[in-house]
């Protein structure tokens, strides 16, 4: 008999470790996790390193594109842009494997989870700038070239932001007036998925990525909003409500 209980009993550390041992990954399913994101030293200073660059090449991408627009060679002055958004894209995909290889040997899951929605989601937010370039002849060319330094800086700006807080997740307070609002988030292309506490409040440990926020409250007319962390650097979002 105590022989069966030493068993049972080792057996039932072994599994309270497992469980233990589990990371909370993910706990909606779209990009909101249990627990803050670290990264690792050496992933900061990586961060840190290619926001130096991009700035640079923001910075020469938009004085050679405003150079050939001046002398009406819109080709050209597209073909810059383009070729930007290329080189940081391209930037961005190395990037994405130097990061993984400098991480902690004990980084979970929740890191690659985290890492992937961060570079994917820049990477779109790229694309969206070089489709945008497109859309524009030389009269309203400043308006193109903007758009992609503002991209390009943007995700500098956000490399930067990431090394500096050490963590990939961020919170995102939403609040409403009046307040008590239910409260529901969303990437893009993805349903809604409910918040369990109501305005005001915070929305804990979101992946870097474009987020839509919903606040319905009765006797109001539904509301929704976008927030844009490589924008925006302030994550706070408020609500006024309409009956």
Not at 66 to 88: C, F, I, M, P, Q
Not at 120 to 133: G, H, P, R, V
Not at 164 to 179: A, K, M, N, R, Y
Request: glycine share 6%; with cysteine.
């Amino acid at each position: 008999m105590k022989q069966t209980r030493i068993v049972i009993l080792s057996a039932f550390l072994v599994c309270g470790t497992m469980i233990r041992a589990i990371p909370q990954f993910d706990v909606s399913g779209s990009g909101r996790f249990a627990a803050p994101v670290r990264i690792s030293t050496a992933q900061a200073e990586l961060l840190n390193e290619r926001a130096g660059a991009l700035e640079s090449l923001a910075a020469n991408t938009g004085t050679k594109a405003t150079d050939w627009a001046s002398k009406s060679n819109l080709n050209e002055a597209t073909y810059t842009l383009h070729g930007g958004v290329t080189r940081a894209t391209s930037a961005v995909e190395s990037l994405k494997r130097d990061f993984d290889e400098r991480g902690d040997k004990g980084d979970s899951r929740d890191q690659r989870a985290a890492a992937d929605i961060f570079f994917n989601s820049i990477e779109k937010n790229l694309k969206y700038a070089d489709d945008f370039t497109n859309q524009y002849g030389l009269d309203k060319f400043s308006v193109a070239k903007d758009t992609t330094v503002a991209a390009l800086n943007s995700t500098s700006s956000v490399f930067k932001a990431v090394a500096d807080s050490g963590f990939l997740t961020f919170d995102l307070e939403v609040d409403s007036d009046p307040q008590d609002g239910d409260v529901s988030y969303k990437r893009y292309d993805e349903s809604y998925a409910p918040y369990p506490k109501q305005t005001n409040t915070t929305i804990q440990n979101l992946a870097y990525a474009v987020w839509t926020v919903r606040v319905v409250k009765r006797g109001y007319q539904p509301q929704e909003k976008q927030h844009n962390p490589f924008r925006e650097r302030i994550h706070l979002m408020h609500f006024r409500l309409v009956k």
